[in-house]
């Protein structure tokens, strides 16, 4: 069965460092999200895209956060510098495309400690 | 931004309980309501809901909508130590393919 994979699935870092996370969807799958998701709370969406291009990023912290899908495929996050109050889960999903009828896939996820 | 509310926050039953799992919503730009299960990893899908008063079910669990008073509901009867998860559930805007998440339910099965 199909899988989103993300990697690393751990990382320490320490603040003002630089981090990066990959995101590799579901073949086939247009539509890829980036959410945070921070312990006692609910999943917060980044960024979202539909094929290489950038439909929803109001809520990314766009002063030390970027996020890429060059190619409309694979996608990386990063966050540079890291602070401490960025640690947390950090889960990509994909879906078939935008419409809500098809249901997103998650992957397991990287959680990021900052020191 | 639209509020997803879940309640309760934990709850802790013994195997063989029935749970039953809250979500409100705000109404603006209400297209569904989707039901996840998250383990130690990846939420899964459970369900995603858009008509009111029709039940879904699978196995165990099941759960229902009520558009007139913006809630859902997520129940599970026979409670095995397996269903012990953090429960979230999201509303889905109409436009785009925008989840708003709830904080979820965190449950814990006791054998």
């Known amino acids: 069965e199909a899988e989103v994979a993300q990697s690393p699935r751990y990382k320490i870092t320490e603040k003002s460092q630089a981090v990066a996370f990959w995101c590799d969807p579901i073949s086939g799958h247009a539509t890829l999200y980036w959410y945070r998701q921070i312990l006692g709370q609910g999943l917060e969406l980044l960024v979202q895209?539909?094929?290489?291009?950038?439909?929803?990023d109001s809520q990314l912290p766009k002063d030390r956060f970027s996020a890429e899908r060059l190619k409309g495929v694979d996608s990386t996050l990063k966050i540079q510098p890291a602070e401490l109050g960025d640690s947390a889960m950090y889960l990509c999903?994909?879906?078939?495309?935008?419409?809500?009828?098809?249901?997103?896939?998650f992957g397991p996820g990287t959680r990021l400690t900052v020191t | 931004e639209d509020k997803v509310v879940q309640s309760p926050l934990s709850l802790v039953v013994h195997e063989g309980d029935t749970v039953t799992l809250n979500c409100s919503y705000e109404?603006?730009?209400?297209?569904?309501l989707l039901w996840y299960k998250q383990e130690k990893k990846a939420p899964t899908f459970l369900f995603m809901l858009?008509?009111?008063?029709i039940e879904k079910k699978s196995g165990r669990l099941s759960s229902i909508l009520d558009k007139k008073e913006l809630f859902s509901i997520l129940n599970i009867t026979a409670t095995q130590t397996g269903d012990s998860a953090i429960y979230l559930c999201a509303k889905g805007e109409e436009y785009g393919n925008k989840l708003v998440f709830g904080a979820g339910t965190i449950l814990r099965v006791k054998s």
């Open positions: 895209f539909q094929d290489e291009s950038v439909v929803d």
């Open positions: 999903a994909s879906s078939r495309t935008w419409d809500l009828s098809y249901e997103q896939y």
């Open positions: 858009t008509s009111s008063g």
């Open positions: 109404v603006t730009n209400f297209r569904s």
